[in-house]
């Protein structure tokens, strides 16, 4: 520690603060070509672990939200959340990558944060645009469904390289969501989920079921609602998780303090670390193992998605309670809230669609052109206003570090109605 230039008691937990923020792997010795690519699955998400060799990095220890009952926040490894040296990673990345030859990230992080996230995404544009398009990183990682997640980031972070998301629903049931202590509602859910959707990223969803103090209803109608999420394209693939319950969760933690008093913990003996225990009741929940995983996995494959739900399981389970269209009810009401939504003025405004031109139709108009998401984009305009919108915004392309939205529609003097095509077609306020 001495040879660091770390001194004192307070010593270790400075130098592990420093090599959260600027140590990474450096794949020296790695031989990916040694490593199996095992095709396990026909769906593009499911196939993310295993089709492809990524390298493996995060972007912050622990986790932002650190709440969830069933998570072992009582540990360091989750409940110390520290963000790492974006500048810093994204060169060891680069260097790794020259080595290896490998161009796509996993990012491990319990959840990556989003202020993060957008700054390794805004190197990443920097990277490509120096470098070269093949040389930018397709990435993708843990997150939470929340409302961090809005419409433009989604699309700020496709167009930057994201290309799909992991993250915990847990349980699909406002009861269940308020159970597990997720922070957010069925309705913020599906609003996060659509506009993933929107954006084009594939989303894989952590499903769990036995947490104590469910009961067969709740299991039912979280199935319900996950079948309803697959059948309306927001979700890909998934794993329902059988809950184990931890000795450092935050809910045993509140059980040795007195609370929970549905919950009576097990102990069990376990080869490594003891940190699994059985509860009162948990094998209750022997039944639901295969139908939950037969079921899902015909799903992931676009089968029996209009079966319905009592079809998957024993005879005399409950009937759902949700009604089968209120994956469909909320969609609707998500879509119009995003549509809904204008640029926030103190915003900052990035361009991703393709450089624009200003094209004369004769008589004073011009069309202004441009590719956005594999689509050509046209916008009639007067002759001087195309041409000063090409210049702006073509500059604005090659800026990457975008600039404040309210500034940008002053300098463009467009009206409302040419402003929305292109904030609805390239131009992203985050």
């Keep these: 520690l001495e040879a660091w230039g770390f001194e004192?008691?307070?010593a270790w937990g400075e130098l592990e603060a420093e090599a959260v923020k600027g140590v990474f792997p450096d794949y020296a010795s790695a031989d990916f070509a040694a490593y199996l690519r095992i095709v396990d699955s026909t769906n593009p998400m499911h196939r993310l672990w295993s089709d492809s060799p990524w390298l493996k990095y995060g972007l912050a220890h622990g986790c932002y939200w650190r709440k969830c009952a069933f998570c072992d926040t009582e540990l360091e490894y989750v409940a110390d959340f520290a963000r790492c040296d974006v500048e810093a990673l994204m060169e060891a990345a680069g260097?790794?990558?020259?080595?290896t030859g490998l161009s796509g990230i996993h990012f491990v992080d319990e959840a990556m944060p989003m202020a993060s996230l957008l700054e390794f995404a805004r190197l990443n544009r920097i990277r490509a645009a120096k470098e070269g398009d093949s040389r930018a990183f397709s990435f993708w990682g843990n997150v939470r469904f929340d409302a961090s997640w809005t419409q433009d980031r989604c699309e700020l972070l496709a167009a930057s390289g994201l290309v799909a998301v992991s993250g915990g629903i847990e349980i699909a049931t406002s009861r269940g969501l308020?159970?597990?202590?997720?922070?957010?509602?069925?309705?913020?859910?599906?609003?996060?989920?659509?506009a993933m959707r929107r954006a084009g990223l594939l989303v894989h969803a952590y499903l769990i079921y036995g947490f104590p103090g469910q009961d067969a209803t709740d299991i039912v109608d979280s199935a319900e609602f996950c079948r309803q999420l697959f059948a309306s394209g927001l979700v890909d693939s998934a794993f329902w998780h059988r809950f184990v319950l931890t000795r450092h969760s935050?809910?045993?933690?509140?059980?040795?303090?007195g609370g929970r008093p549905g919950l009576v913990p097990e102990d069990r003996?376990?080869?490594?670390?003891?940190?699994?225990?059985?509860?009162?009741?948990?094998a209750d929940f022997d039944v639901w193992d295969e139908p939950l995983a037969s079921s899902l996995a015909a799903w992931m494959e676009g089968r029996g998605l209009d079966r319905p739900i009592g079809a998957w399981f024993r005879r005399g389970a409950p009937r759902p309670t949700i009604?089968?269209?209120l994956a469909e009810a909320l969609i609707g009401e998500a879509e119009e809230a995003l549509d809904g939504e204008g640029p926030k003025e103190e915003g900052t405004a990035v361009w991703v669609g393709g450089a624009p031109a200003a094209v004369r139709l004769g008589r004073g108009r011009s069309s202004?052109?441009?590719a956005y998401r594999g689509e050509m984009k046209n916008l009639e305009l007067a002759d001087r206003l195309a041409e000063k919108a090409a210049a702006i915004l073509g500059d604005q392309g090659s800026r990457l570090d975008g600039r404040k939205f309210s500034e940008l529609r002053t300098e463009l003097g467009l009206g409302k109605p040419q402003l929305d095509e292109l904030v609805s077609s390239g131009l992203l306020v985050v």
């Design 8 to 10: 004192g008691g307070g």
């Design 95 to 99: 260097a790794a990558a020259a080595r």
């Design 178 to 194: 308020e159970m597990t202590d997720k922070g957010f509602d069925l309705k913020s859910l599906v609003r996060t989920l659509v």
């Design 250 to 257: 935050r809910m045993y933690a509140e059980w040795k303090a």
């Design 269 to 282: 003996p376990w080869s490594f670390a003891n940190n699994d225990l059985g509860f009162e009741g948990e």
């Design 323 to 325: 009604g089968k269209d």
């Design 368 to 370: 202004l052109r441009w």
